[in-house]
DNA sequence: GTCTATACAGTGATAGAC
DNA sequence: GTCTATCACTGTATAGAC
């Protein structure tokens, strides 16, 4: 019933709001911008937030999956080529890159670019909580289990539940990459600079494909 | 000018507050709970935490300076083990270990266990504020430095860039691991349970050194 | 239905009395 | 040093205008 009767010359205020909310959000976390800001760079009321959205954190849930979909579509695309084109090169290194590439390359629509969506993408992966969890899981899960199944696929002889371990191992090389959070350059001092997706991919692939098939 | 004068029959306001908040904190994340909440524990006033710390922020860095200590001790202590009885196993082997195992297993003094105070680690370290940035350089920085040196060391053949990126990989296995924010149950349904640190470093120290010595 | 103004209970911080 | 009182601010809820 909202899709009908739209013929509008600018953008409406619930997407005025999500707009406004991934730019600050991602540029400042969840703690660090208050409603009041969002609402004023979105040109409308503080209660509109509450009014489309619920709550805040209603909000970041359908900002997340607004973003989500680009980043899970894309990888369903490339793993569908991977299954096309299979052999050269391995299996593995074509998964892992269908999986990844998404993730660091994507999710700058609508002037927001993927590495501070990222940074907020990270912060909430690393949350218990069970909100912040649901808002994960509803937005990758599906695409998630699919990779899954299809390293597991690619890596016949190691028992499943070492492949489960292993991708929850890739996982944490993703999230805190993509967290970027400034840590290794002061170790390094200043040697790296993770922001380059091809770059990145570049050198997390052969780190992983080797941890993967490392002996059980 | 504080040590002095102690004889204490209770433990002063100051570590009653650091006691509760890392209780509280690492339960509920840093958001979710409040200094009337803390200080009530400590059985303070609410002015006390400013007094003592400063701000909220200062009781947190605090409290991380205080937590840090043993894990990075513990961990100097095994890497000096490493050097003197080197050979048998490999020295990345024994490196990597020495690196991660007090990191989750330690922690646990003063009542809070340490798969709590990982995850309140966990969240820290995706963040990339610049406050957060400097209370882990803080705490963490001289002994992490350390471990890059000794890893480059046991990987001669490998570019000193490539070391540093192949370190940043294994910090965020090891971030996203302690984080245990229980995402990898949710797609494997509960096949794994990331908790005893044992099982985790038999997992993990197997995956990283093979993605160590990976071809650059 | 959509939006606005306004009020409310909560937060961290702080000045100043004791 | 410690405490009270208060400040500016937060997210949320609601009554009512269009």
Redesign the interface.
């Known amino acids: 019933m909202s899709a009908e009767t739209i013929t509008r010359t600018e953008t409406d205020a619930r997407t005025r709001i999500l707009t406004a909310a991934a730019r600050l959000f991602a540029a400042?976390?969840?703690?660090?911008v208050g409603l009041r800001e969002i609402t004023a760079e979105a040109g409308v009321n503080l209660a509109a937030v509450n009014y489309h959205f619920g709550s805040k954190e209603g909000l970041l849930e359908a900002l997340f999956a607004q973003r989500a979909k680009p980043i899970c579509e894309e990888r369903l695309r490339l793993l569908a080529l991977c299954r096309a084109a299979r052999g050269r090169p391995p299996m593995l290194e074509q998964v892992l890159d269908a999986f990844l590439r998404p993730a660091f390359s994507l999710g700058l629509e609508a002037g927001v670019d993927g590495a501070t969506f990222g940074?907020l993408r990270?912060?909430l992966?690393?949350?218990?909580?069970e909100l912040y969890?649901r808002i994960?899981?509803r937005a990758f899960?599906d695409s998630?289990?699919q990779f899954?199944d299809a390293v597991t696929a690619a890596l016949p002889d190691l028992p499943s539940?070492?492949v489960?371990?292993?991708?929850?191992?890739m996982?944490?090389?993703?999230?805190?990459?993509m967290?970027?959070?400034?840590?290794?350059q002061?170790?390094?001092e200043g040697?790296?600079d993770?922001s380059d997706p091809d770059a990145i991919l570049a050198?997390?692939i052969?780190?992983?494909?080797?941890?993967?098939?490392?002996?059980?």
Chains 1, 2 share one sequence.
């Open positions: 400042r976390g969840l703690g660090g940074k990270a912060r992966s690393v949350e218990s909580e969890r994960l899981s899960d998630t289990r899954l539940a070492e489960a371990w292993r991708f929850h191992f996982l944490g090389t993703m999230i805190y990459t967290a970027n959070s400034g840590r290794i002061s170790v390094t040697a790296l993770p050198r997390l052969p780190f992983l494909t080797a941890g993967f098939r490392a002996p059980a």
